[in-house]
C-alpha cells in the first residue's frame, strides 16, 4: 500500500486545516487507516483511526470534539478534517494503515506509512 498525505500548513490558533491521505495498491476497503503525529522531540502519538468501512472511528483524548476522521472508500482517501487548532497540535502528521481489523493506537500495528505533511499552528 502506497500513502499519500496533502493538507498541511500554516495556521493561527483557533483556525481549521483538513488532511487528506490517497492509498493505493490495495483494496482500500480491506485496510484499517489512521493518523498519527510526531512534535518536534517527542515521540510520535496516536491521533485517530477508522474501520474498514467507516463505521467505527476512535480518537486521541487531546483531540477528541476537535477532529474528526472520515474515509471515501470509493475514492481511496481518509481524511481528517481539524477544528479549534491549538499551538501544541503542530507536528508531522502521518497517515497509516494495517490489513489487521483492529482499530489500534499502536504504531507499529501500522504496516504502511505515508510520508507525512507538516502542520504547523501559531498562537
Known amino acids: 500500500v502506497q500513502l499519500q498525505a496533502s493538507g498541511g500548513g500554516l495556521v493561527q490558533a483557533g483556525g481549521s486545516l483538513r488532511l487528506s491521505c490517497a492509498a493505493s495498491?490495495?483494496?482500500?476497503?480491506?485496510?484499517?487507516m489512521a493518523w498519527f503525529r510526531q512534535a518536534a522531540g517527542k515521540e510520535r502519538e496516536f491521533v485517530s483511526t477508522?474501520?474498514?468501512?467507516?463505521?467505527?472511528?476512535r480518537y486521541a483524548d487531546s483531540v477528541k470534539g476537535r477532529f474528526t476522521i472520515s474515509r471515501v472508500n470509493a475514492k481511496n482517501t481518509v481524511d481528517l478534517q481539524m477544528n479549534s487548532l491549538k499551538a501544541e497540535d503542530t507536528g508531522v502528521y502521518y497517515c497509516?494503515?494495517?490489513?489487521?481489523?483492529?482499530?489500534?493506537?499502536?504504531?507499529?500495528?501500522?504496516?504502511?506509512w505515508g510520508q507525512g505533511t507538516l502542520v504547523t499552528v501559531s498562537s
Open positions: 495498491g490495495r483494496a482500500f476497503g480491506s485496510i484499517v
Open positions: 497509516a494503515a494495517t490489513s489487521g481489523p483492529y482499530l489500534s493506537t499502536y504504531g507499529p500495528s501500522y504496516n504502511y
Open positions: 477508522i474501520s474498514r468501512n467507516g463505521d467505527n472511528t
